[in-house]
């Protein structure tokens, strides 16, 4: 039986429970964390950040992503019980509501703290991505505008990594472009596996108002287009290697654009979606000085 206080499935009498650690950890959700702070680290590299820049802004994004993490399974806690989401650890009762709540809210200051000492601009950059990201899980999800923290926040990211430069300067429109089109992408692939969950609590984002097929194909076109832009936007010939990742990119596109029109939506499709970013990110990164507007 699910009541709305705790959730009891039978197929979690016979199984170990994780330690508090543990399961705070996995609120953070760690997968799209690592990524976007791979990313970020990449692209710091790219631009020629000196080495305690990278750690700065590495640990930085490891707290912006697990403070976003732990407010979603915060501020959704209730509606994943209702709906018996196994992959939430709070909705599991293996984590108080409380602990993740304090958890998030010290890692968001953590974030924008540890910004500070590479300037200003990068931390006001920063904290309007963490605005942003956080303004999704507090209620935008449930509206048709539910796309637009994802187009600012990953649009924003090149330009956090160049205004952490000691001297400061905005990344490339071609480059703030293609990180908000890879955005647009993660939204739609992550939440096609949920469509039919949310609707039943409630959540009626974008993608739900779209559609199945309409927001598969959508998931396509974005990361379609965002490859484009980080194969065509920088000045200069592409080289073999750029064209090469925009093919590979492509093609992972195009694989989960598939599986989402022919089987039931699935997690995959979403981790396609993150291994295409890492292939556009690599271009972003062979790009360089480039990347500077």
């Keep these: ?12 009498y016979h199984e170990r429970m994780p330690n508090k650690a543990v399961a705070l950890a ?5 997968g799209p964390a690592v990524a976007v ?28 992503q697990a403070s976003v993490g732990l407010s979603n399974d915060w501020i959704d806690a209730e509606r994943d019980r209702a709906v018996g989401r196994l992959d939430k650890p709070v909705a599991r009762g293996w984590v108080d509501v409380s602990r993740v709540r304090t958890a998030a809210l010290v890692t968001l200051a953590l974030a924008v703290t540890l910004t500070i000492p ?33 187009l600012l926040s990953f649009g924003l990211l090149p330009t956090v990594v160049t205004l952490a430069l000691p001297e400061p300067s905005l990344a490339g429109g071609w480059a703030m472009g293609s990180g908000a089109l890879l955005g647009v992408a993660a939204h739609f692939a992550n939440v096609l596996p949920d469509l039919d969950d949310d609707r039943v609590t409630g959540v009626h984002g974008l993608p739900h108002r779209l559609g199945l ?3 598969g194909l959508a998931t396509w076109a974005a990361l379609a287009a965002a490859s484009l832009l980080a194969w065509a936007g920088p000045a200069g010939d592409p ?13 992972i596109g195009a694989l989960g ?8 939506p699935s997690r995959l499709l979403f981790r396609l979606i993150i291994a295409a ?11 360089r000085d480039r990347l500077l507007a």
């Design 118 to 150: 590479l300037g200003v601009p990068a931390t006001i950059a920063h904290a309007g991505f963490l605005a942003s990201a956080w303004a999704y899980n507090a209620g935008l999800k449930s509206t048709a505008a539910s796309v637009l923290p994802y």
């Design 26 to 30: 996995l609120s953070t959700h760690p």
């Design 277 to 287: 970013a890492l292939v556009n990110v690599t271009l972003l990164a062979f790009a």
């Design 239 to 251: 080289t073999l290697l750029q064209s090469t990742g925009l093919v590979l990119a492509l093609a």
């Design 257 to 264: 654009t598939l599986l989402v029109l022919r089987r039931p």
């Design 37 to 64: 702070t791979v990313i970020t680290v990449v692209l710091g590299v790219s631009v020629g950040l000196e080495p305690w820049r990278i750690v700065l802004l590495g640990l930085a994004f490891a707290a912006n």
């Design 213 to 215: 097929r309409t927001t």
């Design 1 to 12: 039986m699910i009541t709305t206080g705790e959730m009891r499935l039978p197929c979690l």
